[in-house]
């Protein structure tokens, strides 16, 4: 049943609500029977339970998964966003709390202790309202410390002029434009940051005349990716996702990372969208209290990426013009370290040329 299941759903890849596919009356019938099946195979297990351990863990196993996949049957927890995440290899059927600060206190007062919370994108703007009210936590002691890093003298920001709203079809070419400048100066050593496969993939063929070893999200693992861009020590990495956190590369190697957009959720989530909907059923700002707070504790996390250790170095390039010429860019410009900026590529030359000189001059004494 489960097979024909998966044939009904198909293996296109995507994220959807759980309700959208029971519009179909194979995918709704399957599952039905599925549950069916599931039900006599968990009574039938019960008696024999007695018989061995073995026995009884496959029935305390058969009854844990018939409940999880009743929700997804009688769909009668108004607490929960249910949703499909279907990938060509097979698909699982998540079941996500709209709020999670009920069930965490919960864990709290059954775990009594001193609780510390420490990152370094907490904050918002300098504030930890988004992070307190997301997990409900009151009356908590605050405490928030510069970075170690002198930003000012180890960084510089650069805000290029787009003329386009990245909506447009033409920003993905304003990006590799800007890209292949920097590169030019920064002698690669530099991450490009997406936000979309898409958009990689675009700029990556954009890219593909460059001097210097391009490689792309993709083609490798990761780990091994990062460990040729380390080796290189000249190379063009592009990423999505999972090179905006978790990445560590120090030294000269990584000198420079550009960001294509400011990194909103895409509002075909399943659970965003349904977190969206359900805060303006009660009145509320979602784009405000959810999209901006989020997107803001992701671009940190991308930004991150550039100044790993006290020597190091590099130029961040932040491509989305909404940053300047939109009102709540100015959260986002209020949440970066405190970097030189500059719109001037000059500048940016000028950066990579002083740090050249100063390494031709350490090498001489």
């Given at each position: ?299 940190k996390q991308g930004i991150g990426r550039l100044i790993r ?57």
């Amino acid at each position: 049943k489960l097979q024909t299941l998966r044939l009904h759903i198909g293996n296109i890849e995507q994220r959807t609500p759980w309700l959208t596919q029971l519009f179909n009356d194979e995918i709704k019938n399957n599952f039905n029977e599925l549950v069916d099946y599931l039900e006599v195979f968990e009574s039938e297990l019960e008696p024999l339970a007695v018989r061995s351990p073995g026995l009884s863990q496959c029935h305390v196993r058969a009854t844990e998964l018939l409940n999880l996949i009743q929700l997804f049957a009688e769909q009668n927890d108004d607490n929960l966003v249910l949703w499909l995440d279907n990938r060509p290899t097979g698909f699982v059927l998540h079941a996500t709390p709209f709020e999670i600060s009920q069930h965490f206190q919960q864990w709290l007062e059954e775990k009594p202790a001193a609780w510390i919370f420490t990152s370094a994108t907490l904050t918002v703007a300098g504030k930890f309202n988004h992070f307190c009210q997301h997990l409900g936590i009151e009356n908590a002691e605050y405490a928030s410390w510069e970075s170690p890093f002198d930003y000012a003298r180890q960084s510089l920001l650069y805000l290029p002029n787009i003329p386009v709203e990245p909506a447009d079809r033409r920003y993905n070419q304003y990006v590799a434009d800007i890209a292949k400048e920097v590169i030019l100066h920064s002698q690669g050593r530099i991450f490009l940051l997406f936000t979309s496969y898409r958009a990689m993939h675009e700029v990556a063929e954009l890219l593909s005349d460059l001097d210097y070893p391009l490689m792309v999200q993709g083609s490798g693992a990761k780990a091994t990716l990062l460990e040729e861009f380390r080796q290189h020590g000249n190379a063009v990495l592009l990423g999505t996702n999972s090179f905006w956190e978790g990445v560590d590369v120090r030294g000269e190697a990584l000198s420079c990372v550009l960001i294509d957009k400011i990194p909103f959720a895409s509002p075909g989530d399943p659970v965003l969208e349904a977190r969206i909907n359900n805060l303006k059923e009660r009145g509320g700002n979602p784009f405000r209290s959810i999209q901006i707070p989020s997107a803001v504790i992701q671009l940190k996390q991308g930004i991150g990426r550039l100044i790993r250790d006290e020597q190091d170095h590099g130029v961040l390039i932040l491509c989305d013009p909404r940053l300047l010429n939109k009102p709540y860019g100015k959260v986002f410009m209020r949440s970066l370290p405190a970097m030189p900026i500059t719109q001037d590529i000059t500048q940016v030359e000028d950066f990579f040329s002083n740090r050249q000189l100063k390494s031709v001059s350490q090498i001489n004494s």
